[in-house]
């Protein structure tokens, strides 16, 4: 059951120590960073009597206690003996976080698949090994070495352990935050589709997100996608791509990488998104995070910066979508905010001494035409007037707020000085906002691709 991996009463930490240069630290601390952890931690350590102040044990097996979920950070040498003890104790889950196996060379890879062969046989699941481990946000448990992220709705599973971490530092930078994380390493045992599979049933988890680099048992990740994408959208991102990036994934996780293009047609075709970058790896979990779906398809554009609209509008076409025409009721409600040069179509230019009111007086006229679906607000920031970035981004927030948020709007703020006041507001009010054209228009396309998903 992998729910038990998130929610342990009991945890051993095997290779607890106070040094900080040493991975048992850094889980150790981690784990205990959280006072209100409701799991009961048992160090154990062949040298010391007390971790941070714990009773630490010299054997797993000292434990007086049924243990939930051990956490292996020992020599790799060590290692299948420690998991004999697990067997022996037995514990239910093991996470095995030392590297030195399957990703080393033959050798490794028939220790770790005994190991996990061992564990099947005893009714015990393992995560790893050559993994960072996992954190359960929702309830303070960081069983991992690596930082904790903020608290939200997205839940991961990376086969990459340092992929994971980079992506908890770029999430808190767009203000998103996870509720799990699983890094699965060389996977010997707990595989993807299992995980997502909990991670479909929790309620807690809104998007799913995957990096991979090798899915052993496609038929079954491809069913378990077919089966969570008419309830919760799933982004994947894969490495090992060209043959450069398959030949460095054998080395990381000793692992053999996936067909790209015949894993990119499953992905598709299960509903789920499949992304080429990065970037639109963390534009897409932004998107399905913090905006709600569009009823259908028709975008509008308004800016203070023709460039921008027309980049914008560049980018839509690029992604098959098109601008909708401003129907004569719009127009008219639209002329008492607009200087009389203003033409009064789609995308529509206000100049650049447009403000904050005028940016929330026009930008709500728009989410509130019935024939309008999608609002994109375009903002570069010129040096005068007293403007200060985050003015306008303001008066589009206030506009979105006082229609209850019902259609999609997407800020793309091109970069300027006082970026900072941006970030600062959509982290205090909860609101994506897009920094260049393609990942405005990038996440436009997405949402109205999952609106036809489902609509079908």
């Not at 992905?267 to 534009?283: I, L, P, R």
């Not at 001494?353 to 010129?382: F, R, S, W």
Request: hydrophobic residues 40%; charged residues 20%.
């Amino acid at each position: 059951m992998t729910k038990l991996f998130f929610y342990p009463k009991t945890i051993a930490v095997i290779g607890a120590t106070e040094d900080p240069s040493k991975f048992g630290n850094a889980v150790t601390t981690n784990l205990l960073d959280n006072p209100n952890l409701e799991a009961e931690l048992f160090p154990i350590s062949r040298s010391n009597d007390k971790i941070y102040g714990l009773q630490a044990y010299k054997s797993l097996l000292d434990v007086p206690k049924d243990i939930d979920l051990a956490i292996v950070l020992v020599p790799a040498k060590v290692v299948p003996f420690i998991v004999d003890q697990c067997i022996q104790k037995p514990v239910k889950r093991i996470i095995v976080v030392t590297a030195g196996f399957g990703e080393i060379n033959e050798e490794g890879k028939q220790i770790e698949q005994e190991m996990a062969r061992k564990c099947r046989a005893a009714g015990i699941r393992m995560i790893g090994p050559n993994c960072v481990g996992i954190q359960n946000v929702d309830i303070g448990m960081n069983a991992s070495f690596i930082q904790s992220p903020i608290k939200g709705n997205i839940s991961m599973v990376s086969q990459s352990g340092s992929f994971g971490c980079a992506m908890i530092d770029g999430m808190r930078w767009n203000n998103l935050g996870l509720s799990k994380f699983a890094n699965i390493g060389n996977g010997v045992d707990l595989t993807f589709d299992e995980i997502l599979h909990y991670f479909k049933e929790d309620e807690n988890s809104k998007v799913l997100s995957v990096y991979t680099e090798a899915v052993k048992n496609g038929k079954s990740f491809y069913q378990e996608l077919k089966a969570i994408t008419p309830v919760k959208p799933v982004v994947v991102l894969k490495g090992g791509r060209t043959q450069a990036g398959m030949a460095a994934a054998g080395s990381h996780t000793g692992s053999l990488a996936s067909n790209y293009t015949v894993l990119k047609a499953a992905v598709d075709q299960s509903g789920a998104v499949m992304c080429e970058k990065m970037e639109d790896y963390v534009t897409a979990l932004k998107t399905f995070s913090l905006l709600p779906l569009p009823k259908g398809n028709r975008i509008a554009v308004l800016t203070n910066s023709g460039g921008a609209g027309v980049l914008y509008s560049d980018n839509a076409e690029e992604q098959g979508l098109k601008l909708a025409p401003f129907s004569d009721s719009l127009i008219e409600k639209l002329k008492p905010y607009l200087i009389d040069l203003v033409q009064k179509v789609n995308p529509l230019d206000m100049i650049a001494g447009a403000n904050e009111d005028t940016y929330y007086q026009v930008t709500k006229v728009m989410l509130e035409d019935p024939e309008i679906d999608i609002v994109v607000p375009c903002g570069v920031y010129p040096p005068f007037l007293g403007m200060k970035f985050e003015n306008n981004f303001s008066g589009m927030i206030k506009a979105w707020n006082e229609t209850g948020r019902k259609k999609p709007m997407l800020p793309l703020l091109v970069f300027g000085s006082g970026y900072e006041g941006v970030v600062d507001l959509a982290i205090k009010e909860n609101v994506a906002f897009f920094s260049t054209p393609h990942e405005a228009a990038y996440a436009t396309k997405i949402l109205i691709d999952r609106m036809n998903f489902l609509l079908r």
